[in-house]
T-cell receptor, first 119, second 110 residues
Framework: EMQLLESGGGLVQPGGSLRLSCAAS????????MAWVRQAPGKGLEWVSS????????FYPDSVKGRFIITRDNSKNTVFLQMNSLRVEDTAFYYC????WGLGWFDPWGQGILVTVSS | NFMLTQPHSVSESPGKTVTISCTRS????????VQWYQQRPGNSPTTVIY?????PSGVPVRFSGSIDSSSNSASLTISGLKPEDEADYYC?????????FGGGTKLTVL
């Protein structure tokens, strides 16, 4: 069974940093693009970042570009999201997801982890 | 970049059929596959349609997807509505290293 398990969330002050981790199991991790998607409380889904199977290429929307960094460790089947210069509007549940063909079908998703940015 | 626009909410009675639209703002809807996700309260999203009209194993045949190039939109149709279909539904597509979600549609089964 494929599983994705996020960790590292919590409360952080505006301007602070946080690093999320997502441990994968049940599939050949090193073969897949991986992504982070977030959802502010009561709001819709927003793609946050993607990383190629090798880790050589990364992609971000303008809303987080220059502040968030996605990386991966294929030896540990783990993908990370380093979040810097956090803003109140970054408060959300953050989901890790596998991109089935690297062109946008996210499946499966992790259970999500809450990041709260507040003073 | 493009946007995907969905109705904020739809409602229908059990046993009826409902269709949720997803309109692409620029670029052709046919250029990139559209996926549909179901999200029940407190749960992670799950796929109900991928590649415009394909159902993952375990998703009932009551769920179907289509695209319409004339309106540049995708649609999710759910027939024989059941109370458990009540959820938020999101369309999603991709273009030029940008992954885009629609704003989501809240389906209420009255």
């Amino acid at each position: 069974e494929m599983q994705l398990l996020e960790s590292g969330g919590g409360l952080v002050q505006p301007g602070g940093s946080l690093r999320l981790s997502c441990a994968a199991s049940g599939f050949t991790f090193r073969s897949y693009v991986m992504a982070w998607v977030r959802q502010a409380p009561g709001k819709g889904l927003e793609w946050v970042s993607s990383i190629s199977a090798s880790g050589a290429s990364t992609f971000y929307p303008d809303s987080v570009k220059g502040r968030f960094i996605i990386t991966r460790d294929n030896s540990k089947n783990t993908v990370f999201l380093q979040m810097n210069s956090l803003r109140v509007e970054d408060t959300a549940f953050y989901y890790c997801a596998r991109d089935v063909w690297g062109l946008g079908w996210f499946d499966p998703w992790g259970q999500g982890i809450l990041v709260t940015v507040s003073s | 970049n493009f946007m995907l626009t969905q109705p904020h909410s739809v409602s229908e009675s059990p046993g009826k059929t409902v269709t949720i639209s997803c309109t692409r703002s620029s670029g052709s809807i046919a250029n990139n596959y559209v996926q549909w996700y179901q999200q029940r309260p407190g749960n992670s999203p799950t796929t109900v349609i991928y590649e415009d009209n394909q159902r993952p194993s375990g998703v009932p045949v009551r769920f179907s997807g289509s695209i319409d190039s004339s309106s540049n939109s995708a649609s999710l149709t759910i027939s024989g509505l059941k109370p458990e279909d009540e959820a938020d539904y999101y369309c999603q597509s991709y273009d030029a290293n940008i992954w885009v979600f629609g704003g989501g549609t809240k389906l209420t089964v009255l």
